[in-house]
């Protein structure tokens, strides 16, 4: 059954603060093999002008897909997961995510559409520093592919 | 040592990279990130899914991709807009080598406040894993 287009423009209440700790980043940046000093080495993100070490790009995708969650296992939307890819991803960065940060995730419904059998669905994660400022969004659209699919 | 907007034109190329991925990289980035999904790291699930292999996280994908220009500029904080489609899965054989991410990208437009766009392009096994993949970055 197709999603309900009806969900389009729904806000879920904003995630309890995500903090983001030196390690965490740490943690990630080895797994992405990135040997970037400024996700490491709070000297060298002082020198670029950080105040501590701040984290990948696509860090904030931990956080935001996380936050997600609501969106996906709602179970009023009814989204079968087990045939989601992820479609298409981006970012805005108001300014990177750094370690200390205490990181909230306001997630809306941007658009529910049906092609060919299949519901696109894009999510809009908003991120929040604890004084309320922006730090990123995140913009992800997820395919889910139809149960009648032939083919596969 | 940080590149200058002065530096640069339309057509700039970018120092390209080749990002190794074996089974090993992505259980690591699994644990990392979050994203325990079978399809990562169980061959059987993702066969049975109607994937060839056991796929790489796009996103393991996407954070390769933009080590491309946050090695290039030096200051990962100067990215202010990255996004892409992912058009391909890459699959990982578990044979201890596994899969090679080549990514390449180029200064596509100048814009205004020093920033420029930054063009990717991401292969693997000679198939163009993202599509759309682009960056803005501020540079000095």
Redesign the interface.
């Known amino acids: 059954m197709p999603l309900d287009p009806s969900f389009i423009g729904r806000t879920y209440p904003p995630t309890a603060p995500y903090e983001v700790g030196r390690e965490k980043i740490r943690?990630?940046a080895?797994?992405?093999?990135?040997a970037?000093p400024?996700?490491t080495d709070p000297e060298a993100a002082k020198a670029?002008?950080?105040p501590d070490v701040?984290a990948?790009?696509?860090f904030p995708?931990?956080i935001t897909?996380?936050a997600s969650a609501q969106v996906v296992e709602d179970p009023e939307l009814g989204l079968d997961f087990?045939r989601v890819?992820?479609?298409?991803?981006?970012?805005?960065?108001t300014?990177?995510v750094r370690a200390g940060d205490r990181l909230a995730v306001t997630v809306t419904i941007d658009n529910i559409k049906s092609m060919v059998g299949n519901d696109i669905l894009s999510v809009r994660g908003e991120v929040h520093d604890e004084g309320g400022e922006h730090v990123v969004t995140a913009?992800m659209t997820l395919v889910a592919r139809g149960a009648d699919e032939a083919g596969? | 040592m940080a590149i200058s907007f002065d530096e640069v034109e339309v057509g700039t190329v970018l120092p390209a990279q080749s990002f190794p991925v074996t089974r090993a990289t992505l259980v690591r980035y699994a644990g990392a990130s979050g994203d325990f999904n079978p399809i990562h790291w169980n061959e059987k699930f993702a066969l049975e899914v109607g994937l060839p292999d056991v796929i790489a996280h796009g996103m393991f994908t996407m954070a390769e991709a933009i080590r491309v220009v946050t090695d290039w500029v030096g200051d990962p904080g100067a990215v202010v807009e990255y996004g892409v489609r992912f058009t391909k899965p890459v699959p990982v054989p578990n044979d201890g080598v596994g899969a090679v991410i080549e990514v390449s990208g180029k200064v596509a437009a100048l814009l205004d406040d020093r920033r420029v766009r930054v063009d990717l392009v991401a292969m693997s096994g000679g198939q163009k894993v993202l599509g759309m993949s682009r960056a803005v970055v501020r540079l000095a």
Do not use: C, M, W
């Open positions: 943690e990630f080895v797994a992405v093999g990135d970037n400024a996700y670029l002008g950080h701040i990948p790009p696509t995708f931990v897909y996380q087990s890819v992820h479609g298409d991803q981006k970012f805005t960065y300014r990177p913009f596969e």
